[in-house]
Structure formats: C-alpha cells, structure tokens
C-alpha cells in the first residue's frame, strides 16, 4: 500500500545470479526516499547496471524484493513501471525512427492518448532544443542530441522516479550544464532521481543521498554531507603571486612545493584554513588562487571500493 | 494496467509496426509480387501449358490461391522475426519492457504486424494474380478467415524464432530449412491426389497442406482436405504457439538476462 511515507524505492535483500553462474548482487538493502535526488555509484562491474536493470524489469533476479512507490515489480508490475522513467547508459531507440515516432510510441506504451502525446512531445522536444529534428531519423542525431531525446522520452509520461544511468557520459559540457539544470528543476518539483555517474564531481554536486557498491554489496549508504564528513584530510593546490625561494613551513600542515609559484597543503580534519591563509601572509607570500586537489569524494570512493589512494 | 490504456499502447503498436514496413515498402510488399509474377511465367504459362488439367482448372489458375498464401505464410513470418530480432538488436525492445504493457498486448501487437503485412502482400500478389489467372470467389470469408489465421499461426512461429535468435544468421536458419520446404511440400504446385498413398499421409502432418488446401478450397471449391479438420488443427497449434509465445515472454526468455 503506498502511504505519504512510503519510499520512492525499496530493495530488500537482493541477489542475483546470471546463467553462468557470475554472482553480480549479494543480498543489497537500499532504500530511497521521496523526493530524493540519489546517486548510485561503483566502479564498473560493480553491479549497479544489474541492480538499475532489476529495478527497471529488464533484469531477472534471483531473491529479494524490490518496490517503487510500495509497488511490487513483480505481483504489480504495471503500477510500479508506470511510476518509473528510465535513462539508460547505452542508446536504445530504434534508429531509423523519426525523433518524433520514439516519443509517440513510448507515450502510447503507458496508456497516454495520441491527443495529449502529441501535445507531450511537442513539449518535450522543445525543451530539449530538439524541436526542430523531430522528422530526422533517430540515428543521424550528434551523440548530445540522441542523449537529449532518452531523457526526453523518459518523461514523457511524468514519471515520479527518473533513473539516469550515466546521463553525461560523452556530453559536452554546456549540455552537461544544462542536463544538471534541468535535473535540479524536476528535482525540486518533486521528481524523485537516482543517478549513477563516473563523474564524481557531478555525483557530489547534484545528490543529497549516495550508495557506494562494490562487487555487489553496498559499502555505503548514508547522505552526501556524512559521507565526506568522514574524510579524514583534504588536499588543496595554492596559485602564489610571487616565485618562493624555498618552501615554507607552517606548523600542523604539511606544504610541498611542486614548483615556485605552487603551494600544495594536506588540512587534517579539524584544522581550518584560516590559520594556514594568516601564517602564510605574515611570512609575505600571497595567493592568488586555490583548488581541491582531488575531488573529495573521489577520495573517499576508492578508499571505500578498495582502490589505494595515493 | 486499465483496459482501456492497454489498447492506446496496442494502437501504438500497430502503428509502429506499420509504419516500420510501410518505411520499407519497396523491400517488403513488392517483391513478392515480382516473384508471384516470375512463377506465374516460368510455372504457369511455360511448364503449365504442357500439363493437364487439375479438377477441372488450367495449372495457371490451380496453382494461383497456393501462391498468394506462399506470400502471405513468408511475410507474416519474416515480418514479426525481423521486427522481434532487430528490437532485441538495436535494445529498443526495452522501450516496452520498461513500460506498464501487459505481455499479451506485446503479443498481440507483433501478430498484428505480422497480419498487416501478410494481408497488404496478400491483396499485392492477388491483384498480379488477376493478370495470369482466372480463379472463382467461392467462399470469400473462408478466404479471408484462412488468409488471417495463417498470419498468426506464422506471426507466432516467427516471435519464437525472434525470441531464441542470437544473430541474423539466426533469423534466416528456420525460413531457409525449414519454412520453405514446408510451403514446397504443402501443395502449391501440385495435387495432393499425384503423391503415393504413403506420401500423401506423411503430407498430411505438414500443416501448410491444410492451410493451402483450406485457402484454395475458399478460391476454387476444390476440397482436397477436410475443411473441419483443417480448420481445427490450424486452431490447436495456434493455441500452442500463443501459449508458448507468452510462456517464454513471462519467462524473459532471450529479453530478460
């Protein structure tokens, strides 16, 4: 029964064991809730295409449970694929259809009349600057354009949960930048979205939630703000103004100089920069600009998935 | 899924289905009548002229009902085996795995396919019929009700073909060693009454025997086999493909790793 409270998805112990007897789930829990903007990461072969495919009904599995909105995808099916759009990482329209037809058909598939289908794909391709493709045949579209069109298809019935698996792998960024946009809308009006991206960045900037899988199990699964509350030291690169003669030292921070106009300083949780930007100017040295050395959670990714950071 | 959106997704599968060999046309409903017309030259008038009669018809016209079924049995088939196998190709076969569809309808909509196009290659090859020979219209709706049931029983053998098949080579294995010989050995050039009495009873368990027979009996009036019958096997493994077909759906055969 689906209540107020009940989660956008739910898996409960989850396995699944393809025909050749590789073991891709072993046993996942996940909860995501409503309204929830979720992201899904682990490195490749992970099992978290198998676990989108499951949840989307186009992988069998093998024990467990999994609802959308409260609905079964198994005992009601119907009701549970009608509150899911889905984006998937490979192309998988039909090619030598009109950009037009793809979303028509797809409407069709959930019950929508032609009448409204029309008026949904006209809405659609307008907003994914596609309009004026809508006779061109799916296949001569650019590789941003065939991306734009699954996203577009997957809202045509107004889902509740959007899926986005890999949403802008080989995208240029102004599309990126739009593609993040147009999410954090629909996010905000409600739509519920789980995403599964390589980059990082993305993930840390768009999610509020994240699951970390590797090698079919969930390493973590908590909110984006306690996930990189556990790192433990952070990296940052200084641009200087003026060439250093030597590398400084500052007491409770270790500095390296990489070349003379570049300052790179591990901060130990608890230590604040603050201290280090005063100690730094009374020594004279003044900076120009600053980033992360790597991405925050990148870091805290390979140390969960077991990879050695360095 | 409520009834009345499962026939909006139906409708969007005909459309589908139509408008992909309807893109196609000049590969899909011309050739047959090239090859109608071929045979109709080469069988009919050329060797056909040295024959006798077949009751009471010239061999043109005897041969001329067996011919456009032979057109309808291929495109039914090879329309929902291509169409199955190239959604499974280009993955967009999970446009409806994804989506509330029911499988019947999935079901439904591929025969549909399969129906439409066997039925528009149908009324092609019977209108260059109409050049080469003079057939009666003895029973119209047995006619078309043969015509229709063929479409299926073909459509359904065709999804299983699609459903199990990994590669184009594939989709081509069954109408090659087993579909064509079948439709030669199910009396389109020849006379049930010119085989051996040992023969005839191995042909009478080749079911396009029955639907030729059926589908000419419906032209001509000639009734080379029992009609009832006929009818009823067509019925049973019909029955039993549809049966298979969504067992295998349900299943995920081939769709669902």
């Not at chain 1, 102004?174 to 993040?180: A, D, G, P």
């Not at chain 2, 009324?123 to 050049?131: P, R, Y």
């Amino acid at each position: 029964m689906t209540t107020p409270l009940t989660p956008a998805l739910q898996i409960k112990g989850l396995k699944k064991t393809y025909a050749n007897g590789v073991e891709a789930l072993h046993g996942i829990d996940l909860e995501v809730q409503r309204g929830d903007f979720f992201a899904l990461l682990g490195p490749n072969g992970a099992g978290k295409s198998t676990a989108i495919g499951i949840i989307s009904s186009l992988v069998t599995f093998s024990e467990g449970s999994v609802t959308i909105f409260g609905h079964d995808i198994i005992r009601d099916y119907a009701a549970a694929r009608a509150c899911l759009g889905l984006v998937p990482q490979e192309f998988n329209f039909n090619q030598f259809d009109p950009v037009c037809d793809t979303l028509m058909h797809q409407a069709g598939y959930y019950g929508i009349r032609r009448q409204d289908a029309e008026k949904r794909t006209q809405r659609l391709l307008e907003q994914f600057d596609l309009w004026d493709k809508r006779s061109v045949m799916a296949r001569e579209l650019s590789g941003g354009m065939k991306r734009r069109l699954m996203i577009a298809r997957a809202m045509i019935h107004e889902p509740q949960l959007l899926i986005l698996d890999e949403p802008t792998a080989g995208v240029d960024l102004e599309i990126r930048h739009n593609l993040w946009h147009y999410l954090k809308e629909i996010n905000s009006r409600g739509t519920t979205i789980i995403l599964t991206t390589h980059y990082l960045e993305e993930a840390e900037q768009l999610c509020r939630t994240i699951a970390i899988i590797s090698n079919g199990r969930i390493r973590a699964n908590t909110t984006m703000r306690e996930l990189l509350d556990q790192l433990d030291s952070e990296h940052f690169v200084l641009y200087l103004k003026t060439p250093l003669p030597h590398c400084p030292q500052v007491d409770g921070y270790a500095l390296h100089c990489p070349d003379p106009r570049t300052l790179e300083a591990t901060i130990h949780k608890g230590a604040d920069l603050n201290r280090l930007f005063s100690e730094l100017s009374a020594q004279g040295i003044d900076i120009l600009s600053m980033k992360n050395k790597t991405n925050r959670l990148e870091k805290l990714f390979l140390q969960l998935v077991g990879h050695h950071f360095d | 899924m409520p009834l009345k959106q499962q026939l909006i997704a139906l409708q969007s599968m005909l459309i589908r289905e139509y408008l992909r060999f309807m893109r196609i046309w000049v590969q899909t409903v011309i050739p047959p009548a090239i090859t109608t017309i071929l045979y109709f030259i080469i069988f009919g008038e050329l060797i056909g002229s040295q024959l006798a009669d077949i009751g009471g018809y010239r061999y043109m016209d005897y041969i001329a009902p067996g011919l456009i079924l032979m057109s309808v049995i291929t495109n039914a088939y090879a329309n929902v085996v291509s169409s199955f196998y190239s959604s499974k190709f280009q993955r967009h076969i999970e446009e409806l795995l994804v989506s509330p569809v029911p499988n019947f309808i999935i079901l439904t909509g591929f025969i549909g396919g399969g129906i439409m196009r066997g039925l528009a290659v149908g009324l092609v090859v019977t209108a260059v019929t109409v050049f080469f020979a003079k057939v009666p219209l003895f029973h119209l709706a047995l006619i078309l009700g043969v015509a229709v049931l063929t479409c299926i029983l073909f459509s359904l053998a065709g999804l299983i073909n699609g459903i199990y098949a990994k590669s184009f080579d594939d989709i081509s294995i069954i109408p090659t060693f087993v579909l064509t010989p079948l439709t030669y050995l199910g009396g389109i050039f020849y006379s049930l009454d010119m085989l051996s009495p040992f023969w005839q009873q191995v042909s009478l368990f080749n079911p396009i025997l029955h639907m030729i027979g059926l589908f000419r009996y419906g032209w001509m009036g000639i009734q080379e086999v029992d009609p009832v019958n006929s009818l009823l096997l067509i019925v049973v493994v019909i029955a039993i493909l549809t049966y298979t077909c969504l067992q295998l759906l349900k299943r995920g055969v081939g769709i669902r790793p």
